[in-house]
């Protein structure tokens, strides 16, 4: 089933029209033709079935039937991740909402190898959040999950809801479990692990491990949400 995602007030029924880039995957990527059914998501959690009646050079004609919600499996899972180096960071986004991350804060660790300005700042979450809505589409999920920058880790933490809130450390042999909480916080360290004082910070925080073998700062955190949702069949 092809599937794109169009702004939330305009998925409704009846006829629709689509540009941008979204226009250029139906058109050039999914070569897609008039009378195809496509799926048209909002990000937010809802979905219409629709056919598509026309296709010119800058736009797609779609006639949509009425929009459904589909609920989110629980728990809710948010990753806080440090922002990691090169191409890395993109693929980590990408895995992360592949595997059912419910939202991403990237943070800039002590030992992040990378540093950005307020001003690229923004321009590099828009990246990824462009990043994660291909990724939502492409894993077939409804809803886009949220991603955020913060300027430090406690900017990160302080507005956290109650919940399960766990820290991975490769060097806790205690397994990763979530038992029937509703919310799971995971953060994760960068490439040459957390500093003194962000353990310090994290103090609250339960560390769990991910089995003998030192992973990736990229690679823990993908897994991480892996396995919370294998074991919440989830």
Excluded: N
């Excluded at 006639?63 to 090169?86: H, S």
């Excluded at 991403?104 to 828009?126: F, G, K, N, T």
Aim: charged share 20%; hydrophobic share 50%.
């Amino acid at each position: 089933m092809i599937r794109i995602f169009v702004p939330p007030g305009a998925l409704v029924a009846g006829e629709l029209v689509v540009r941008g880039d979204e226009h250029h995957y139906l058109a050039r990527v999914r070569r897609a033709r008039p009378g195809d059914a496509i799926e048209l998501c909002d990000g937010l959690g809802r979905r219409a079935a629709a056919t598509i009646v026309r296709l010119s050079d800058g736009e797609t004609a779609l006639v949509a039937a009425a929009p459904e919600a589909i609920a989110a499996a629980p728990p809710f899972v948010r990753a806080l991740v440090p922002l990691i180096k090169g191409d890395r960071m993109d693929a980590c986004i990408e895995k992360l909402v592949e595997v059912g991350v419910d939202a991403i804060v990237v943070w800039p660790a002590a030992r992040s190898v990378v540093r950005l300005d307020d001003a690229r700042r923004d321009s590099r979450v828009a990246r990824y959040r462009t990043v994660a809505q291909a990724a939502a589409r492409q894993s077939g999920r409804a809803q886009v999950p949220q991603v955020s920058a913060a300027t430090s880790l406690s900017a990160a933490l302080a507005d956290l809801p109650a919940g399960l809130q766990l820290v991975l450390d490769p060097a806790c042999g205690a397994s990763l479990a979530v038992g029937d909480a509703a919310d799971v916080t995971i953060v994760s360290g960068p490439e040459g692990g957390l500093a003194p004082d962000e353990h310090d910070r994290l103090a609250a925080f339960t560390p769990v491990g991910l089995g003998p073998r030192v992973l990736r700062a990229d690679t823990a955190p993908v897994v991480a949400v892996a396995v919370i949702r294998a074991a919440t069949h989830s």
